[in-house]
């Protein structure tokens, strides 16, 4: 029997289990990746966004410019649309500019973001291929196409698996950690005996991928990424897969319709794009999901560690259930990175679960919160929302001021991308100040556990960019002395770059503010710490947190 080896074993190669693999690639750890699918096997139509902070990551991968010339035309706009049907009214707009018109500066909700790496809409069929390839260039990953893993032992300072081919060949993986990247139905989750708690079903969706070429001449108003259809017969919502002729279609099915033969697909469809019988389309898949809240109760056993949907699974609005799981692989990816470079111990590893459980329950909440109230908005679709009397007028602009209000949060949530922090970190230095945040807003803020305030340094590049995979001192006085943290950190092996920072933004109040390889704050004060051995120890993870003098 043949065995594979690699510092880390990763089962699953889709957009969370790549993005590991290149972060751990990153900072020199090598991984194996073990898919089921074939090589270049396109996924599901699954998520249709991927978030600001996503990008970011991505932008430090070096791959932001390949994903953002991929999927929809330059021009086609990226706005959400509220309609009677796909072909019928508009009722209100939520104006996204498209890749083009973000080069432009067209204006809108979703502009003002404090990155160079703004959201970008694209499916998740054109954005794994990129992943893929983008793994595929790194010698320190390698990819096992055609096979699963079937089990695994812990032996406490590594861990081997099996590994089943689809031909009937077997072999050994040995590691030192394992992460399964497996999804909903995670076989690495059940074999660490975590469990998911939370509500199981929070919506039924009949969801269908199709092509219809005819689809755009048939609208009363210019396509959008999204086009909800708001009727008392049927809601529903549209994604533009290609920005031709592909749709993913979503019904939402009622209370009383348990399951998703409940209702004839094709009666469905076409109440949502507002087309008879004699237009035609084609169905390529059914994609049938729920809408669930489910979160595990740990996310580490030893040296196995799940992520993504294996860790969490949530109503999958704007994409935030791929772009959690991104974030999970970036936070795991850095912890990693640490202790296999030596400078930050083993335990460590116990930051990741603390750091991301409690963002993954939050954010859970947030997504059911929004899925319940837009079912309380479907339920209750007035009845003349496609008159042309007053009255109709009337509960157009009445649904439009609600419909916007709502989803602007959801489309256009600098809150879910970098209002998060991370409180109970027992790898971060507190102060004590809890920094504004909430799941829909975002204020910038230097408070420890926060994302660092990404700035403009003048020369093209951003604070990231200087940033690199290490530690990062942002200095924004250059009279206040840095040497002796600098220097305690080299000594300890911890990667840091001195920044200097000239007329540094408003968030920036103190003198020295530290942060980590993922971006967030790890300490923060107006001159180095009297004792920096201590604050090293806490970032190295050999002693509980605490405010640093």
């Known amino acids: 029997?043949?065995?594979?080896?690699?510092?880390?074993?990763?089962?699953?190669?889709?957009?969370?289990?790549?993005?590991?693999?290149?972060?751990?690639?990153?900072?020199?750890?090598?991984?194996?990746?073990?898919?089921?699918?074939?090589?270049?096997?396109?996924?599901?139509?699954?998520?249709?966004?991927?978030?600001?902070?996503?990008?970011?990551?991505?932008?430090?991968?070096?791959?932001?410019?390949?994903?953002?010339?991929?999927?929809?035309?330059?021009?086609?706009?990226?706005?959400?649309?509220?309609?009677?049907?796909?072909?019928?009214?508009?009722?209100?707009?939520?104006?996204?500019?498209?890749?083009?018109?973000?080069?432009?500066?067209?204006?809108?909700?979703?502009?003002?973001?404090?990155?160079?790496?703004?959201?970008?809409?694209?499916?998740?069929?054109?954005?794994?291929?990129?992943?893929?390839?983008?793994?595929?260039?790194?010698?320190?990953?390698?990819?096992?196409?055609?096979?699963?893993?079937?089990?695994?032992?812990?032996?406490?300072?590594?861990?081997?698996?099996?590994?089943?081919?689809?031909?009937?060949?077997?072999?050994?993986?040995?590691?030192?950690?394992?992460?399964?990247?497996?999804?909903?139905?995670?076989?690495?989750?059940?074999?660490?005996?975590?469990?998911?708690?939370?509500?199981?079903?929070?919506?039924?969706?009949?969801?269908?991928?199709?092509?219809?070429?005819?689809?755009?001449?048939?609208?009363?108003?210019?396509?959008?990424?999204?086009m909800f259809a708001y009727n008392p017969t049927r809601t529903g919502v549209v994604y533009s897969i290609d920005g031709r002729e592909t749709w993913l279609v979503h019904n939402y099915l009622r209370d009383e319709e348990e399951d998703f033969d409940s209702v004839d697909r094709d009666w469905a469809i076409r109440q949502i794009l507002g087309v008879d019988e004699a237009f035609a389309y084609e169905i390529l898949a059914n994609?049938?999901?729920?809408?669930?809240?489910?979160?595990?109760?740990?996310?580490?056993?030893?040296?196995?560690?799940?992520?993504?949907?294996?860790?969490?699974?949530?109503?999958?609005?704007?994409?935030?259930?791929?772009?959690?799981?991104?974030?999970?692989a970036h936070n795991l990816a850095m912890h990693m990175g640490g202790v296999f470079a030596g400078w930050a111990a083993p335990d460590a590893l116990d930051a990741h679960e603390a750091e991301r459980l409690p963002i993954t329950e939050q954010v859970s909440h947030f997504a059911m919160n929004h899925a319940h109230e837009m079912a309380r908005r479907r339920k209750a679709v007035p009845p003349e929302i496609d008159d042309d009397a007053p009255e109709g007028v009337a509960a157009r602009e009445a649904a439009g001021r609600a419909l916007f209000d709502l989803n602007v949060q959801q489309y256009c949530c600098a809150g879910l991308n970098f209002g998060y922090y991370y409180e109970g970190s027992p790898v971060i230095a507190m102060d004590g100040t809890p920094p504004p945040y909430s799941m829909g807003s975002f204020t910038a803020s230097t408070v420890p556990g926060a994302r660092l305030p990404n700035v403009a340094m003048g020369d093209g590049r951003w604070l990231y960019d200087v940033q690199g995979p290490g530690f990062a001192l942002v200095r924004t006085d250059p009279s206040v002395e840095a040497e002796r943290l600098l220097n305690a950190m080299r000594g300890a092996g911890i990667p840091v770059t001195l920044i200097d920072l000239s007329n540094a933004p408003a968030p920036y109040a103190e003198a020295l503010v530290l942060a980590r390889p993922d971006n967030h704050i790890a300490w923060r004060g107006h001159t180095v710490p009297t004792d920096p051995t201590a604050l090293i120890d806490t970032l190295r993870g050999v002693r509980t947190a605490e405010a640093i003098a």
């Open 287 to 328: 994609e049938d999901w729920f809408g669930r809240r489910l979160v595990a109760d740990k996310l580490r056993e030893g040296n196995v560690f799940i992520c993504g949907d294996a860790a969490h699974l949530w109503v999958p609005y704007a994409g935030y259930g791929m772009n959690a799981g991104i974030a999970d």
């Open 1 to 226: 029997m043949t065995e594979l080896s690699a510092d880390i074993l990763i089962v699953g190669a889709g957009p969370v289990g790549l993005t590991l693999a290149m972060e751990l690639d990153r900072r020199g750890v090598s991984s194996l990746v073990v898919e089921e699918r074939s090589a270049g096997e396109a996924p599901s139509v699954k998520c249709n966004h991927v978030s600001a902070r996503s990008m970011e990551i991505f932008r430090g991968l070096g791959i932001a410019d390949r994903i953002r010339s991929a999927g929809l035309p330059d021009d086609y706009p990226h706005s959400v649309s509220y309609r009677t049907t796909l072909t019928g009214r508009e009722i209100t707009r939520v104006p996204i500019p498209s890749r083009a018109g973000r080069e432009r500066g067209d204006p809108g909700p979703d502009t003002d973001w404090p990155t160079p790496e703004p959201p970008h809409r694209i499916n998740q069929i054109f954005l794994e291929p990129i992943l893929f390839e983008a793994a595929l260039e790194r010698s320190g990953i390698e990819v096992v196409n055609e096979a699963s893993v079937t089990g695994f032992t812990d032996y406490g300072d590594h861990v081997v698996a099996t590994i089943v081919r689809e031909d009937g060949q077997t072999q050994l993986a040995k590691c030192r950690y394992l992460v399964g990247c497996d999804g909903g139905r995670s076989q690495v989750r059940r074999e660490i005996g975590a469990s998911l708690h939370g509500d199981a079903v929070v919506q039924r969706v009949q969801s269908s991928y199709i092509r219809a070429p005819g689809l755009i001449g048939k609208m009363e108003v210019p396509p959008t990424w999204g």
